[in-house]
């Protein structure tokens, strides 16, 4: 018989990060056992590893993330080369020291989390992979592929090569029951004007996808590009299916999700990105202009009819 549980977060002296805005946000919500009343379609300001507490067993279909990173890089406003006052203020890193353990930390509330079923996508630059790999290995996830995603535009240096890859961790818990669409884009026998197969090509691992640039937009100072996460959703989901991501920033991966009719969970412990992530998903809007007197960006709740 399910029970009715009512959790309450405890603010923990050794959290890296503070959760008090989690604990007002949260402690309100009540859940049954073993499923998500309260938790599908919101997002939640705090930190997610006290967060993903809530959240019961085997009960997320995907996760797709891009958790902090763990270099002296404070994304304030003057460290951008760009037109400053429209990039939101207050991205949180981890300390170097601190990386491994809170990456294990995150990555095993994730395995608790997810289905037999279910699937993870974590990216990461290359400075942070060696903690993000070993973490996986090390609380039990099974590696379906390493994906390169090659964008365009690196910063060019005098003295190296220029770095324009991404990596993307794509793992699951149980491969025997893992869930993949093989053709949820492309027939099997569709072809390129060349005659070469599509449903080939879009299955290697490397994914050329360029950056979005959202000029007069405002913006969080890192962020995911739509066709990405889009393609991590055709392939690993279906519509009506769970999606977290525990790291949301501007809250790319809830905002593609609900495009494309799957349910969304996510947390993210800097308020302003919260708030935009909240305004963007409240109001179906995909950029949202600096200025409230231009017109705002609208996404389409039918785009996978177009
Ligand atoms: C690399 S960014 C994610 C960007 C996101 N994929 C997007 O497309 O906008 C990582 C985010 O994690 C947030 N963050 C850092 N530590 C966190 C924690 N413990 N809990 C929740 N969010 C956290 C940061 O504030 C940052 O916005």
């Known amino acids: 018989m399910r029970s009715k549980i009512s959790y309450k977060i405890r603010k923990k002296k050794t959290s890296p990060i503070k959760d008090e805005a989690l604990s007002t946000t949260c402690s309100t919500i009540s859940i049954t056992s ?8 919101k997002i939640f300001q705090g930190d997610c590893i006290n967060g993903m507490q809530l959240i019961p067993s085997n009960s997320i279909d995907l996760v797709i993330t891009d958790p902090p990173f763990a270099i002296d890089f404070k994304a304030k ?4 080369n760009r037109t400053a006052s429209r990039v939101l203020e207050g991205y949180t890193e981890i300390p170097r020291g601190k990386y491994y353990e809170f990456t294990i930390n995150w990555i095993k509330v994730v395995y608790r989390v997810l289905k037999e079923s279910g699937s993870m996508y974590v990216f990461s630059g290359w400075n942070n992979l060696k903690d993000i790999l070993n973490a996986l290995d090390e609380v039990g996830f099974t590696t379906v592929n390493h994906i390169i995603w090659k964008y365009q535009f690196g910063v060019v240096t005098k003295r190296k090569f220029v770095t324009s890859h ?9 491969d025997n029951k893992r869930i993949f669409f093989p053709y949820a884009r492309y027939e099997k026998n569709s072809k390129d004007r060349g005659g070469g197969s599509l449903h080939y090509e879009d299955k290697e691992d490397v994914w050329v996808i360029k950056r979005e640039y959202w000029n007069g937009d405002q913006k969080t100072p890192t962020k995911l590009p739509a066709e990405l ?3 991590i959703l055709h392939y690993s989901s279906k519509e009506g299916d769970i999606v977290l991501d525990p790291f949301l920033g501007s809250g790319q991966v809830a905002v593609v999700s609900k495009m494309l009719k799957r ?17 963007r998903l409240e109001n179906n809007l995909y950029r949202i202009k600096s200025s409230d007197k231009d017109e705002q960006t609208l996404f389409d709740l039918n785009y996978e009819k177009r």
């Open 166 to 174: 991404y990596h993307c961790l794509y793992v699951c818990k149980n």
């Open 34 to 41: 073993d499923k998500l009343d309260g938790f599908t379609d």
């Open 229 to 231: 996460i889009e393609k």
């Open 263 to 279: 349910h969304y969970i996510g947390f993210e412990i800097v308020k302003e990105y919260y708030e935009f992530a909240k305004k």
């Open 77 to 80: 406003r003057s460290n951008y």
